[in-house]
T-cell receptor, first 112, second 115 residues
Framework: AQKITQTQPGMFVQEKEAVTLDCTYD???????LFWYKQPSSGEMIFLIY??????QNATEGRYSLNFQKARKSANLVISASQLGDSAMYFC?????????FGSGTRLLVRP | GAVVSQHPSWVICKSGTSVKIECRSL??????MFWYRQFPKQSLMLMAT?????????EQGVEKDKFLINHASLTLSTLTVTSAHPEDSSFYIC???????????FGSGTQLSVL
């Protein structure tokens, strides 16, 4: 079974700076995927980035990159050049047959 | 544009009534859809997996008679909250699996308030 842990309930970052949101996972599945989603106050879930367990390289999508450290079972999200619009809840999720198990989330606030 | 449509976006109902929420994939066939529930300031909790043409698979602790799921077509799954009570008030969100592209798409969610 998957367990996703996000230990940062809230984070602040200065506009234009980079920020790292932590995520650790625990799974017995040999093959798994890790996702990051952004949830603004409107409630919609916005897909940001995906990392497969067998991917050799860390995933990147524009300003988002995933620092995947398999030995440490961590999949931290790095947001570079933060923008005011990045203020939102961020959820890390692990999948097992496309069933997503979510972490508790991190609320990010970008300061102008 | 949205590839998964969820309707309604919000609903207010009286205690004891039933509420139906629709999740529709717009431009792909979704044999599998998932229903999540999110209480304020909490994470999304998986409620059930909806399978087209067969019974839904419920997560532990989720009452199947309370939360009826029907996935009668390849593009539509419905969640009916039966005999709703104030403690059922929550944000409900669905996701649909596009197996062709192996991608998961979320609906925009439904805010349910039971008075």
């Amino acid at each position: 079974a998957q367990k996703i842990t996000q230990t940062q309930p809230g984070m602040f970052v200065q506009e234009k700076e980079a920020v790292t949101l932590d995520c650790t996972y625990d799974t017995s599945d040999p093959s798994y995927g890790l996702f990051w989603y952004k949830q603004p106050s409107s409630g919609e879930m916005i897909f940001l980035i995906y990392q497969g367990s067998y991917d050799q390289q860390n995933a990147t999508e524009g300003r988002y990159s995933l620092n995947f450290q398999k030995a440490r079972k961590s999949a931290n999200l790095v947001i570079s050049a933060s923008q005011l619009g990045d203020s939102a809840m961020y959820f890390c999720a692990g999948d097992s047959s496309y069933k997503l198990i979510f972490g508790s989330g991190t609320r990010l606030l970008v300061r102008p | 544009g949205a590839v998964v449509s969820q309707h309604p976006s919000w609903v207010i109902c009286k205690s004891g009534t039933s509420v139906k929420i629709e999740c529709r994939s717009l431009d792909f066939q979704a044999t599998t859809m998932f229903w999540y529930r999110q209480f304020p300031k909490q994470s999304l909790m998986l409620m059930a997996t909806s399978n087209e043409g067969s019974k839904a698979t419920y997560e532990q602790g989720v009452e199947k008679d309370k939360f009826l799921i029907n996935h009668a077509s390849l593009t539509l799954s419905t969640l009916t909250v039966t005999s709703a009570h104030p403690e059922d008030s929550s944000f409900y969100i669905c996701s649909a699996l596009n197996r062709a592209g192996e991608k998961l798409f979320f609906g925009s969610g439904t805010q349910l308030s039971v008075l």
